[in-house]
């Protein structure tokens, strides 16, 4: 059973910064990409950024120059740095973990910019 265990949500004053975190507790070897994506209500869930196993990555166009994601060295973790956040940032924060046969979600974290 793969698990999720994501961390680093909360509340976070407009222009600061947050870094969120998620482990994956599966073998480095079946992950093709971990990232972050994010919903916020009355809003479908959308890209936030990627990380694939050979270490490309890829943001949504919101983000782009402000988060960066990044993978500790075991490649089982996963962080999102969000910097200059901005109150349309607010939302649940989802980590996603896609092996080369399955697709795995956590549980969310609340992220709340405050203006």
């Known amino acids: 059973q793969v698990q999720l265990v994501e961390s680093g949500g909360g509340l976070v004053q407009a222009g600061g910064s947050l870094r969120l975190s998620c482990a994956a507790s599966?073998?480095?070897?079946?992950?093709?990409?971990m990232g972050w994506f994010r919903q916020s209500p009355g809003r479908q869930r959308e890209l936030v950024a990627l990380i694939f196993s050979n270490g490309n990555t890829n943001y949504g166009d919101s983000v782009k120059g402000r988060f960066t994601i990044s993978r500790d060295n075991a490649k089982t973790t996963v962080y999102l740095q969000m910097n200059s956040v901005k109150p349309e940032d607010t939302a649940v924060y989802y980590c996603n973990v896609q092996t080369w046969s399955s697709g795995y979600w956590g549980q969310g974290t609340q992220v709340t910019v405050s203006s």
């Open positions: 599966i073998g480095t070897f079946s992950i093709k990409s």
